[in-house]
Protein backbone atom coordinates (compact mmCIF):
# COMPACT_ATOMS: atom_id res chain seq x y z
CA UNK A 1 0.00 0.00 0.00
CA UNK A 2 0.97 3.59 -0.63
CA UNK A 3 1.63 6.02 2.55
CA UNK A 4 -1.49 6.62 3.35
CA UNK A 5 -2.90 3.23 2.90
CA UNK A 6 -3.74 3.49 -1.47
CA UNK A 7 -2.77 0.73 -3.51
CA UNK A 8 0.47 1.25 -5.40
CA UNK A 9 -1.48 2.03 -8.48
CA UNK A 10 -3.88 4.09 -8.25
CA UNK A 11 -1.00 6.36 -6.52
CA UNK A 12 0.67 6.20 -10.10
CA UNK A 13 -3.09 7.34 -11.56
CA UNK A 14 -3.12 10.42 -9.85
CA UNK A 15 0.91 11.35 -10.55
CA UNK A 16 -0.21 10.92 -13.83
CA UNK A 17 -3.07 12.63 -13.63
CA UNK A 18 -1.55 15.63 -11.12
CA UNK A 19 0.48 16.98 -14.28
CA UNK A 20 3.54 17.14 -11.43
CA UNK A 21 7.28 16.01 -12.95
CA UNK A 22 10.41 13.82 -11.28
CA UNK A 23 11.62 17.36 -10.03
CA UNK A 24 8.49 19.04 -8.03
CA UNK A 25 8.65 19.05 -4.63
CA UNK A 26 5.54 17.11 -2.80
CA UNK A 27 5.69 18.64 0.28
CA UNK A 28 2.08 19.79 -0.70
CA UNK A 29 0.96 16.85 -2.13
CA UNK A 30 1.75 14.31 0.70
CA UNK A 31 -0.87 11.56 -0.69
CA UNK A 32 1.47 11.27 -3.91
CA UNK A 33 4.44 10.27 -1.98
CA UNK A 34 5.29 6.92 -1.91
CA UNK A 35 6.84 5.04 0.86
CA UNK A 36 9.85 2.62 -0.12
CA UNK A 37 7.43 -0.73 -0.07
CA UNK A 38 5.58 0.91 -2.33
CA UNK A 39 7.86 2.48 -4.43
CA UNK A 40 9.75 -1.00 -4.80
CA UNK A 41 6.78 -2.96 -5.65
CA UNK A 42 6.02 0.02 -8.67
CA UNK A 43 9.27 -0.44 -9.62
CA UNK A 44 9.40 -4.33 -9.69
CA UNK A 45 6.77 -4.19 -11.78
CA UNK A 46 7.75 -1.83 -14.47
CA UNK A 47 11.23 -2.90 -14.53
CA UNK A 48 11.68 -6.14 -14.58
CA UNK A 49 12.37 -7.81 -17.82
CA UNK A 50 13.80 -4.91 -19.24
CA UNK A 51 16.41 -5.31 -21.67
CA UNK A 52 19.34 -3.32 -20.52
CA UNK A 53 21.84 -4.33 -23.74
CA UNK A 54 23.15 -0.81 -24.41
CA UNK A 55 26.05 1.03 -23.23
CA UNK A 56 27.19 1.69 -20.24
CA UNK A 57 26.17 5.80 -20.39
CA UNK A 58 22.89 4.54 -22.61
CA UNK A 59 21.44 2.34 -20.08
CA UNK A 60 21.50 4.68 -17.60
CA UNK A 61 19.67 7.14 -19.70
CA UNK A 62 17.12 4.04 -20.15
CA UNK A 63 16.58 2.99 -16.64
CA UNK A 64 15.97 6.48 -16.18
CA UNK A 65 13.14 6.65 -18.65
CA UNK A 66 11.33 3.55 -17.90
CA UNK A 67 11.43 4.73 -13.65
CA UNK A 68 9.70 7.81 -14.78
CA UNK A 69 7.24 5.56 -17.20
CA UNK A 70 6.50 3.14 -13.96
CA UNK A 71 5.47 5.93 -12.02
CA UNK A 72 3.78 7.73 -14.46
CA UNK A 73 5.89 10.99 -14.49
CA UNK A 74 6.63 12.32 -18.13
CA UNK A 75 9.82 11.69 -19.08
CA UNK A 76 11.56 14.82 -19.62
CA UNK A 77 13.44 15.58 -22.93
CA UNK A 78 16.86 15.51 -20.84
CA UNK A 79 17.79 14.35 -17.43
CA UNK A 80 19.21 17.54 -15.27
CA UNK A 81 22.10 16.79 -13.18
CA UNK A 82 20.74 17.15 -9.67
CA UNK A 83 20.74 14.79 -6.34
CA UNK A 84 19.05 12.74 -5.95
CA UNK A 85 18.08 12.33 -9.51
CA UNK A 86 14.31 11.94 -8.79
CA UNK A 87 13.82 15.09 -6.19
CA UNK A 88 10.36 14.44 -5.74
CA UNK A 89 10.18 11.27 -4.22
CA UNK A 90 13.75 11.85 -3.13
CA UNK A 91 15.74 8.54 -4.67
CA UNK A 92 18.55 7.54 -6.98
CA UNK A 93 18.79 4.67 -9.14
CA UNK A 94 21.75 2.14 -9.79
CA UNK A 95 21.67 -0.23 -12.45
CA UNK A 96 24.53 -3.35 -11.03
CA UNK A 97 25.34 -6.23 -12.64
CA UNK A 98 28.39 -7.32 -10.00
CA UNK A 99 27.31 -6.51 -6.09
CA UNK A 100 30.21 -3.33 -6.12
CA UNK A 101 27.98 -0.22 -5.55
CA UNK A 102 29.92 2.92 -7.09
CA UNK A 103 28.39 6.46 -5.82
CA UNK A 104 30.05 9.52 -7.40
CA UNK A 105 31.04 12.47 -6.14
CA UNK A 106 28.72 12.39 -2.63
CA UNK A 107 28.95 10.50 0.59
CA UNK A 108 26.17 8.18 1.22
CA UNK A 109 23.05 10.21 2.35
CA UNK A 110 21.28 8.27 5.27
CA UNK A 111 17.74 9.81 4.08
CA UNK A 112 17.74 9.44 0.84
CA UNK A 113 16.54 6.19 -1.38
CA UNK A 114 18.92 4.27 -2.89
CA UNK A 115 17.02 2.29 -5.72
CA UNK A 116 18.96 -1.01 -6.84
CA UNK A 117 18.29 -2.67 -9.61
CA UNK A 118 19.76 -6.01 -10.51
CA UNK A 119 21.22 -6.89 -14.21
CA UNK A 120 21.55 -10.69 -15.08
CA UNK A 121 23.83 -12.27 -17.26
CA UNK A 122 21.71 -11.83 -20.48
CA UNK A 123 21.31 -7.86 -20.21
CA UNK A 124 17.76 -7.75 -18.56
CA UNK A 125 16.67 -6.51 -14.70
CA UNK A 126 16.37 -9.68 -12.99
CA UNK A 127 15.82 -7.34 -9.45
CA UNK A 128 14.87 -4.42 -7.95
CA UNK A 129 15.56 -3.28 -4.29
CA UNK A 130 14.59 0.16 -2.76
CA UNK A 131 16.51 0.92 0.52
CA UNK A 132 17.34 3.75 2.57
CA UNK A 133 21.17 5.67 2.68
CA UNK A 134 21.19 4.16 6.44
CA UNK A 135 20.99 0.65 5.00
CA UNK A 136 23.89 1.23 2.44
CA UNK A 137 26.12 3.45 5.09
CA UNK A 138 26.00 0.16 6.92
CA UNK A 139 28.14 -1.72 3.99
CA UNK A 140 30.23 1.16 4.11
CA UNK A 141 33.44 0.25 5.86
CA UNK A 142 35.63 2.80 4.49
CA UNK A 143 34.12 5.88 3.67
CA UNK A 144 36.61 5.92 1.41
CA UNK A 145 36.07 8.52 -2.00
CA UNK A 146 38.17 7.07 -4.55
CA UNK A 147 39.34 9.73 -7.23
CA UNK A 148 38.98 8.92 -11.27
CA UNK A 149 39.84 11.55 -13.97
CA UNK A 150 37.78 11.88 -16.85
CA UNK A 151 38.34 13.92 -20.44
CA UNK A 152 36.36 14.00 -23.77
CA UNK A 153 38.69 15.85 -26.30
CA UNK A 154 37.80 19.58 -27.69
CA UNK A 155 36.36 18.74 -31.03
CA UNK A 156 34.92 15.92 -32.67
CA UNK A 157 37.78 13.92 -33.87
CA UNK A 158 37.31 13.05 -37.49
CA UNK A 159 41.14 11.20 -38.46
CA UNK A 160 44.02 10.00 -37.01
CA UNK A 161 45.89 12.69 -35.28
CA UNK A 162 49.28 13.07 -33.48
CA UNK A 163 49.25 14.97 -30.32
CA UNK A 164 52.79 16.03 -29.71
CA UNK A 165 55.39 15.55 -32.61
CA UNK A 166 57.84 13.98 -30.20
CA UNK A 167 58.30 12.72 -26.85
CA UNK A 168 58.39 14.70 -23.95
CA UNK A 169 62.31 16.40 -23.10
CA UNK A 170 62.55 14.54 -20.35
CA UNK A 171 61.71 11.29 -22.58
CA UNK A 172 64.39 12.31 -25.37
CA UNK A 173 67.09 13.39 -22.80
CA UNK A 174 66.55 9.59 -21.07
CA UNK A 175 67.00 7.99 -24.56
CA UNK A 176 70.28 10.02 -25.21
CA UNK A 177 71.38 8.81 -21.82
CA UNK A 178 70.39 5.32 -22.11
CA UNK A 179 73.69 3.87 -23.77
CA UNK A 180 76.35 5.88 -21.53
CA UNK A 181 74.46 5.41 -18.26
CA UNK A 182 73.41 2.16 -15.87
CA UNK A 183 69.99 3.09 -14.03
CA UNK A 184 69.43 1.53 -11.11
CA UNK A 185 65.88 -0.24 -10.73
CA UNK A 186 63.88 -1.67 -13.76
CA UNK A 187 65.76 -0.19 -16.87
CA UNK A 188 64.24 2.71 -19.36
CA UNK A 189 64.39 3.04 -21.80
CA UNK A 190 63.65 -0.87 -22.38
CA UNK A 191 64.72 -2.68 -25.61
CA UNK A 192 62.70 -2.51 -28.47
CA UNK A 193 61.57 1.23 -27.18
CA UNK A 194 59.83 3.17 -30.16
CA UNK A 195 60.23 6.80 -30.07
CA UNK A 196 56.58 8.54 -30.43
CA UNK A 197 57.22 9.52 -34.06
CA UNK A 198 58.41 5.95 -35.00
CA UNK A 199 55.04 4.09 -33.11
CA UNK A 200 52.24 6.56 -34.43
CA UNK A 201 52.45 5.00 -38.03
CA UNK A 202 52.68 1.54 -36.64
CA UNK A 203 49.50 2.56 -34.40
CA UNK A 204 47.63 4.17 -37.46
CA UNK A 205 47.72 1.41 -39.60
CA UNK A 206 45.10 -0.57 -37.10
CA UNK A 207 42.75 2.02 -38.41
CA UNK A 208 39.71 0.51 -40.72
CA UNK A 209 40.45 -3.40 -38.55
CA UNK A 210 37.71 -4.74 -36.70
CA UNK A 211 37.91 -6.51 -33.77
CA UNK A 212 35.82 -9.04 -31.74
CA UNK A 213 32.79 -6.71 -29.58
CA UNK A 214 32.39 -8.70 -26.06
CA UNK A 215 29.24 -6.64 -25.75
CA UNK A 216 28.08 -2.97 -24.77
CA UNK A 217 29.06 -3.13 -20.57
CA UNK A 218 31.97 -5.36 -20.93
CA UNK A 219 34.92 -2.31 -21.64
CA UNK A 220 37.62 -4.02 -19.66
CA UNK A 221 37.15 -6.96 -22.02
CA UNK A 222 37.13 -4.97 -25.39
CA UNK A 223 40.26 -3.04 -23.92
CA UNK A 224 41.57 -6.51 -23.83
CA UNK A 225 41.22 -7.78 -27.24
CA UNK A 226 42.77 -3.88 -28.27
CA UNK A 227 45.45 -4.44 -25.78
CA UNK A 228 46.14 -7.52 -27.93
CA UNK A 229 46.69 -5.92 -31.53
CA UNK A 230 48.23 -3.31 -30.77
CA UNK A 231 51.14 -5.78 -28.80
CA UNK A 232 51.01 -7.30 -32.28
CA UNK A 233 51.56 -4.22 -34.25
CA UNK A 234 54.16 -3.17 -32.08
CA UNK A 235 56.16 -6.56 -33.17
CA UNK A 236 55.19 -8.30 -29.65
CA UNK A 237 54.15 -12.07 -30.13
CA UNK A 238 51.50 -12.55 -27.17
CA UNK A 239 49.81 -10.99 -25.60
CA UNK A 240 50.73 -9.98 -21.97
CA UNK A 241 48.76 -7.43 -19.48
CA UNK A 242 50.24 -6.95 -16.36
CA UNK A 243 47.57 -4.81 -14.30
CA UNK A 244 50.03 -2.24 -13.91
CA UNK A 245 50.09 1.61 -15.98
CA UNK A 246 50.80 2.05 -18.57
CA UNK A 247 49.12 -0.85 -20.44
CA UNK A 248 52.33 -1.63 -22.00
CA UNK A 249 55.22 -0.90 -19.88
CA UNK A 250 57.76 -1.36 -22.74
CA UNK A 251 56.47 1.10 -24.91
CA UNK A 252 55.51 3.85 -22.11
CA UNK A 253 51.90 3.21 -23.68
CA UNK A 254 48.64 3.76 -22.02
CA UNK A 255 45.46 2.48 -24.34
CA UNK A 256 42.20 3.94 -24.82
CA UNK A 257 39.19 2.70 -26.55
CA UNK A 258 36.29 4.67 -27.13
CA UNK A 259 32.90 3.95 -28.43
CA UNK A 260 31.89 7.35 -27.15
CA UNK A 261 33.34 10.42 -26.46
CA UNK A 262 34.27 10.54 -22.68
CA UNK A 263 37.64 8.91 -21.64
CA UNK A 264 38.08 7.51 -18.20
CA UNK A 265 41.47 7.95 -17.15
CA UNK A 266 41.32 6.27 -13.92
CA UNK A 267 43.61 6.94 -10.78
CA UNK A 268 46.41 8.65 -13.38
CA UNK A 269 46.14 11.76 -14.53
CA UNK A 270 48.06 12.42 -17.57
CA UNK A 271 50.43 15.55 -16.92
CA UNK A 272 51.34 14.76 -13.37
CA UNK A 273 54.68 14.60 -12.70
CA UNK A 274 54.83 11.89 -10.70
CA UNK A 275 57.08 9.30 -10.71
CA UNK A 276 55.82 5.62 -12.33
CA UNK A 277 55.95 3.03 -10.09
CA UNK A 278 57.47 0.67 -12.72
CA UNK A 279 59.87 3.40 -14.28
CA UNK A 280 60.92 5.42 -11.99
CA UNK A 281 63.07 7.44 -14.38
CA UNK A 282 59.53 8.30 -16.13
CA UNK A 283 56.96 10.82 -15.07
CA UNK A 284 53.13 10.13 -15.66
CA UNK A 285 53.38 12.96 -18.04
CA UNK A 286 56.25 11.35 -20.23
CA UNK A 287 53.67 8.39 -20.41
CA UNK A 288 52.17 7.60 -24.19
CA UNK A 289 48.35 7.65 -24.54
CA UNK A 290 46.75 6.30 -27.55
CA UNK A 291 43.24 6.66 -27.96
CA UNK A 292 40.87 4.93 -30.17
CA UNK A 293 37.58 5.65 -31.52
CA UNK A 294 35.44 2.77 -32.63
CA UNK A 295 32.02 2.16 -33.92
CA UNK A 296 29.72 -0.83 -33.13
CA UNK A 297 29.28 -2.69 -36.36
CA UNK A 298 27.61 -5.85 -37.28
CA UNK A 299 28.77 -7.30 -33.60
CA UNK A 300 32.20 -6.03 -34.05
CA UNK A 301 33.80 -2.61 -33.70
CA UNK A 302 35.80 -1.06 -36.48
CA UNK A 303 38.93 1.26 -35.53
CA UNK A 304 38.35 4.40 -37.02
CA UNK A 305 40.76 6.84 -35.24
CA UNK A 306 43.65 7.31 -33.42
CA UNK A 307 44.89 10.31 -31.38
CA UNK A 308 48.23 9.69 -29.82
CA UNK A 309 49.28 12.33 -27.33
CA UNK A 310 52.05 12.43 -24.45
CA UNK A 311 50.62 12.94 -21.25
CA UNK A 312 52.27 16.41 -21.20
CA UNK A 313 50.48 17.63 -24.03
CA UNK A 314 47.26 15.86 -23.54
CA UNK A 315 45.10 18.55 -22.46
CA UNK A 316 46.16 20.22 -25.18
CA UNK A 317 43.62 18.38 -27.46
CA UNK A 318 41.22 16.97 -24.18
CA UNK A 319 39.79 18.52 -21.42
CA UNK A 320 39.02 17.47 -18.36
CA UNK A 321 35.87 16.16 -18.05
CA UNK A 322 32.92 18.72 -17.81
CA UNK A 323 36.02 21.49 -16.06
CA UNK A 324 36.37 19.00 -13.00
CA UNK A 325 39.57 18.07 -12.10
CA UNK A 326 38.45 15.26 -10.59
CA UNK A 327 35.44 12.71 -9.83
CA UNK A 328 35.37 10.21 -7.00
CA UNK A 329 33.46 7.34 -5.88
CA UNK A 330 32.42 5.17 -3.23
CA UNK A 331 33.20 1.55 -3.82
CA UNK A 332 30.72 -0.53 -1.40
CA UNK A 333 30.45 -4.41 -1.64
CA UNK A 334 27.10 -5.45 -1.70
CA UNK A 335 26.36 -8.56 0.18
CA UNK A 336 25.14 -11.87 -1.76
CA UNK A 337 21.29 -12.11 -2.24
CA UNK A 338 21.53 -8.92 -0.90
CA UNK A 339 18.99 -7.62 -3.64
CA UNK A 340 16.28 -10.37 -3.47
CA UNK A 341 16.47 -9.56 0.26
CA UNK A 342 12.93 -8.51 1.70
CA UNK A 343 12.96 -4.03 2.70
Same mark, same amino acid.
Given at each position: ???H????G?V??QI???G ?8 D???LYL?A #??LQ? /?? !???? /? ?8 R?R??VV???V???LGY???N?FK?V?PR?P ?9 K???LQ??N?EV??D?R ?7 A? +?????V ?8 A? +? ?5 LT??? !????R?Q?C??TL?A????A?V?QL ?9 SG??F??K???? +??D?Y ?6 ? #? !?T?A??G???E?NR ?5 DL?Q?AL????Y???? !? ?5 EQ?L??KL????T??L????P????? /??L ?5 H??VR?AV ?6 S???R /???V ?8 F?F????E??E????L???L??GF ?5
Amino acid at each position: MGKHGIAPGEVVKQIAASGLTIYDDLTDHPELYLSA #GALQH /IL !QRGL /IGLSLDYPLRTRSKVVKTAVCQALGYPVPNSFKKVRPRFPGQNFDTYAQKANNLQIWNEEVSRDRRYVIIGVGAD +LQINAVRVVTGNVIAA +LDTTGTLTQKY !QAAARQQVCACTLVASSDTAHVRQLLEQAPKTAQSGVQFPPKGFLP +LQDMYPKLCKLV #G !QTIANPGSDQERNRGAVLHDLVQRALGYAAYVDTG !QFPDVPEQLLELKLQTSSTIDLGLVCPDSTEQ /IELFPQARHCDVRYAVFYATPTSGKLR /IDHVVVATGEAFFGFFRKFEGKEINRKLQIRLPDGFLLQAE
